[in-house]
């Protein structure tokens, strides 16, 4: 069964700090992988995504992550946080070979930005 | 881009009625659509994924009889919350999928607020 596992359940960053957000994953194969940015009371929006090329992706917002096979890992990062940041943030797998696409969400991290 | 619409946004109804909620996608053919439950603070849980024309499939635990959906268009899925209880209260959020199994991408509606009292 597909697992993913979202270190940090809030983290707290001063505006203008890097942003680190973690997710690791449990597959023998590498999956499509997603992160996802929810603000509050509204649905999911796709920040970025792997499907196989470039392991270094970039996304909206300034956002980027870098898909580590040998870490099983999908870390999402931002050089520098802005305020308007401040969100519930979800990675996401998708198997390989899924016909349905079912997404697999990690529990979430809260990022608070302090300005 | 692709986008997906929920209705109502939010909703309250009293328990014991049921209550259905729309998601629509405007600009592509969803053949897939899913249905996710999401609990203050927590992730998304899937409830059933339903494909056009065909039956849902439901996750283990969720109850068929009282979650109705219905994907009888490429474009329409609903979910029905049959004798809504306070538990029941929630955010539900539906998500669509192009065909093809070489779409990657689910696209999210902005979710729906259920209270019951």
């Known amino acids: 069964a597909q697992s993913v596992t979202q270190l940090g359940s809030h983290v707290s960053v001063s505006e203008g700090a890097l942003v680190l957000l973690r997710c690791n994953y449990s597959?023998?194969?590498?999956?499509?992988l997603f992160w996802y940015v929810q603000y509050p009371n509204q649905g999911l929006q796709l920040l970025l995504k792997?499907?196989?090329?470039?392991?270094l992706v970039k996304g909206i917002n300034g956002f980027e992550a870098e898909f580590k096979k040998s870490e099983t890992s999908f870390h999402l990062t931002k050089p520098s946080a802005h305020m308007s940041d401040a969100a519930e943030y979800f990675c996401?797998?998708?198997?390989?070979?899924?016909?349905?696409?079912?997404?697999?969400f990690g529990r979430g991290t809260q990022l608070t930005v302090w300005p | 881009g692709a986008v997906v619409s929920q209705h109502p946004s939010r909703v309250i109804c009293k328990s014991g009625t049921s209550v259905k909620i729309e998601c629509r996608s405007l600009?592509?053919?969803?053949?897939?659509m899913f249905w996710y439950r999401q609990f203050p603070k927590q992730s998304l849980m899937l409830m059933a994924t339903?494909?056009?024309?065909?039956?849902?499939?439901?996750e283990q635990g969720v109850e068929k009889d009282k979650f109705l959906i219905n994907h009888a268009s490429l474009t329409l899925s609903t979910l029905t919350v049959t004798s809504a209880h306070p538990e029941d209260s929630s955010f539900y959020i539906c998500?669509?999928?192009?065909?093809?199994?070489?779409?990657?991408?689910?696209?999210f509606g902005p979710g729906t607020r259920l209270t019951v009292t």
């Open positions: 998500s669509a999928r192009a065909g093809g199994t070489t779409s990657y991408e689910q696209y």
């Open positions: 597959s023998s194969v590498p999956p499509y």
């Open positions: 792997y499907t196989s090329a470039a392991t």
């Open positions: 996401a797998v998708r198997p390989r070979g899924s016909t349905l696409g079912r997404l697999y």
């Open positions: 600009d592509f053919q969803a053949t897939t």
């Open positions: 339903s494909n056009e024309g065909s039956k849902a499939t439901y």
